[in-house]
């Protein structure tokens, strides 16, 4: 496995291609290792070291009735959320990326870190349809994310889940 230690240039000009280089690292990591657990820490990683303004990067996997928190990079976090519960729950019941620019406006937000200004989370479909948990982003800078973001991290996550072997059940 050759994996890039300079980290990219963030340029918010040309975030297209910052999301190109982070799918292209992340590529690296899948390529000698299909562990869920493995794979799901070096990518939270990944995205805590080369995202700027993040204080949280992480994965809720679904086990049950609940999301339960996975590997992640930040503070410690809420263990537990029902479906349909704050962005991550309620993200897991659409099966849709959340964008929340301002998380103390968003009704039911679970705040597990009371830096946290803005938040990203998106689903982890198996084959489009399996909910297998979500990513989670949080930024302490107001609206952090859009929606160019959202297509990146979203393609980062189709991909993470297309490289990975995962078990019949998470638990």
Not at 21 to 32: G, T
Not at 134 to 139: E, F, G, K, T
Request: proline share 5%; glycine share 8%.
């Amino acid at each position: 496995m050759t994996v890039s230690t300079n980290p990219y240039a963030y340029d918010p000009r040309d975030r297209g291609k910052f999301y190109a280089h982070l799918q292209a690292e992340l590529e690296a990591y899948l390529s000698d290792e299909r562990d869920w657990l493995v794979n799901l820490a070096n990518a939270s990683a990944l995205l805590y070291q080369r995202l700027p303004e993040l204080n949280w990067a992480g994965f809720y996997l679904w086990r049950g009735e609940e999301l339960v928190l996975g590997p992640f990079q930040g503070k410690p976090a809420c263990t537990r959320i029902k479906l349909g519960r704050g962005v991550c729950g309620t993200t897991a019941r659409a099966r849709k990326t959340t964008v929340v620019s301002d998380v103390h406006a968003f009704p039911g937000h679970i705040a597990c870190d009371s830096a946290s200004a803005s938040e990203i989370v998106v689903p982890l479909l198996l084959e489009g349809e399996r909910l297998l948990g979500v990513l989670d982003l949080d930024s302490p800078r107001q609206a952090r994310f859009d929606a160019e973001d959202a297509r990146g991290l979203e393609a980062f996550a189709q991909r993470l889940v297309a490289g990975i072997d995962w078990p019949a059940r998470l638990d």
